[in-house]
């Protein structure tokens, strides 16, 4: 198992956090997504690596932007 941290700007509520965990749980080898709102950090657990940029397209798919990775 494989966690990767990410920093998301742009989210300010609840709904922009479930639109993240979406689009992010999508990605093909995504097992689990967590988002914190409040430090914008979202945690991606997967079976093993996953592509950082198809990560970055699922954020940015949700109206938000990685800017950190």
Same mark, same amino acid.
């Given at each position: 198992m494989t966690a990767t941290t990410y920093t998301v700007?742009?989210?300010?509520?609840?709904?922009c956090v479930s639109s993240v965990?979406?689009?992010v749980g999508e990605? =093909?080898? %995504?097992t689990g997504v967590?988002?914190?709102l409040a430090t914008g950090?979202?945690?991606v657990d997967s079976e093993g690596p996953v592509?950082?940029?198809?990560?970055? =397209?699922? %954020?940015e798919e949700a109206g938000y932007e990685v800017v950190d990775r």
């Open positions: 700007t742009g989210m300010t509520c609840g709904h965990k979406e689009e990605v =093909a080898g %995504v967590e988002v914190d950090l979202v945690t592509d950082a940029a198809a990560i970055a =397209a699922a %954020v």
